[in-house]
């Protein structure tokens, strides 16, 4: 999903409805990392079939909101997400040294700790207004910062992507 805010509310939906996902931007289809998706949600208006599994056309009406209607926060804290704290609920693509990418699982135990050693490692950042991340959502760091910032009471701020760099 090419614009960051849908990307990113589609990232906290899916893990509070307890659905693991993972972002294939500039990763190359995953028959070359890791685990098939059962599933592709894309926003490109070109969407050809292929091996990888069923593609599903999301568009802005997915994330239409009635902005005189108050957020029911409770609610969405009582959604199914990840009982285990070790469950994978995000796969990640890493091509480390290799420069192949593979595919990383990540769980809510694993983001937790590397989002307070990150806080731990840079206290000072703390609250201090906006966060600039260029990373894509299918890396760490880009997984990561859409959890980290809003603790945090930073605003992260993204470029946005141009479509002619990825496949």
């Known amino acids: 999903i090419g614009n960051p805010v849908y990307h990113i509310a589609m990232l906290y939906a899916l893990a509070l409805c307890g659905l693991r996902s993972a972002s294939l931007e500039g990763t190359g289809w995953p028959d070359r990392a890791g685990p098939r998706p059962l599933l592709i949600l894309s926003d490109r208006e070109k969407l050809e079939p292929n091996s990888q599994g069923p593609i599903r056309r999301v568009d802005p009406r997915w994330f239409k909101s009635d902005e005189g209607k108050a957020v029911d926060y409770e609610a969405l804290l009582h959604r199914p997400g990840f009982e285990d704290p070790e469950e994978v609920f995000?796969?990640?693509?890493?091509?480390?040294?290799?420069?192949?990418?593979?595919?990383?699982?990540?769980?809510?135990?694993?983001?937790?700790?590397?989002?307070?050693?990150?806080?731990?490692?840079?206290?000072?950042?703390?609250?201090?207004?906006?966060?600039?991340?260029?990373?894509?959502?299918?890396?760490?760091?880009?997984?990561?910062?859409?959890?980290?910032?809003?603790?945090?009471?930073?605003?992260?701020?993204?470029?946005?992507?141009?479509?002619?760099?990825?496949?």
Do not use: W
């Open 90 to 167: 995000r796969l990640i693509y890493s091509s480390g040294t290799t420069g192949r990418p593979k595919c990383v699982g990540l769980s809510n135990r694993t983001l937790e700790t590397r989002i307070s050693h990150a806080a731990l490692q840079a206290p000072g950042r703390s609250g201090t207004g906006a966060i600039l991340n260029t990373m894509g959502f299918s890396t760490i760091i880009g997984t990561m910062m859409p959890f980290h910032a809003p603790g945090n009471g930073s605003m992260l701020c993204r470029e946005q992507a141009r479509r002619d760099h990825f496949p």
